[in-house]
């Protein structure tokens, strides 16, 4: 199983909603990581964890909330966006921190109206 | 200056031309990864290379260290090679979350 499955994949939300964006990989990878991607750009790093802990928080504001319970899971807990938040969130996941190959899932598209 | 520049931007093709998409960097790097986007839709790692030249199917990627350039070629392209290919690079040292992305070259084959 070399996938890295998300869900939902597509998410339409008001202002005011709560939802969480779910991330999951069995392949025994210990990092994993949050990317935001608008159209036409190249994705963003917002967030990395390596071994369930968070390493990386690139200023991502507070109504983005993420949480790893285990080395297979990653969720991304939403709160309070705005519509400029609308965009492809990208999940991946790599062996460990470093020099190894990601593997990247297929991307929730989220609509904040 | 991007840290990492990719050409063309845009790439037109007939089914079964030779495509070559080119990636050059500023950085001392560890590895490159070469990405395909479908539209809407997720990344697929396609290669990672830290020297030389590795091959899988109709794709072939390549990379010369001392001139800070890498090659993505498709030879027979199919119109399902439409998609938006990224080179992304691990800068020396860092954390594979700290990718540094192309913009991505937009391939269409058409048929």
């Known amino acids: 199983d070399t996938e890295v499955t998300q869900t939902p994949k597509h998410l339409v939300m008001g202002m005011t909603n709560k939802k969480s964006l779910k991330c999951e990989q069995h392949?025994?990878?210990?990092?994993m990581y949050w990317y935001k991607q608008k159209a036409k750009k190249p994705p963003e790093l917002m967030f990395v964890y390596s071994y369930e802990k968070l390493s990386i928080n690139e200023s991502v504001p507070s109504r983005f909330s993420p949480e790893c319970p285990n080395s297979s899971l990653l969720n991304l807990h939403l709160h309070a966006l705005q519509p400029e938040d609308s965009a492809l969130y990208l999940c991946a996941s790599s062996s460990r921190e470093g020099w190894t190959e990601a593997f990247f899932g297929q991307g929730t598209r989220l609509t904040v109206v | 200056k991007n840290e990492v520049e990719q050409s063309p931007q845009n790439l037109t093709a007939q089914e079964g031309e030779f495509i070559t998409i080119n990636c050059s960097y500023s950085v001392g790097i560890s590895a490159l990864h070469w990405l395909q986007q479908h539209p809407g839709g997720g990344i697929v790692s396609l290669f990672m290379l830290s020297s030389g030249k590795k091959k899988h199917g109709r794709l072939i990627a390549t990379i010369n260290i001392q001139e800070k350039h890498s090659s993505l070629h498709i030879t027979a392209s199919h119109p399902r090679d439409s998609a938006v290919y990224i080179c992304?690079?691990?800068?020396?040292?860092?954390?594979?979350?700290?990718?540094?992305f192309g913009k991505g070259t937009k391939l269409s084959v058409k048929p």
């Open positions: 992304a690079v691990m800068n020396y040292g860092g954390s594979q979350g700290n990718l540094i």
């Open positions: 392949m025994g990878h210990r990092a």
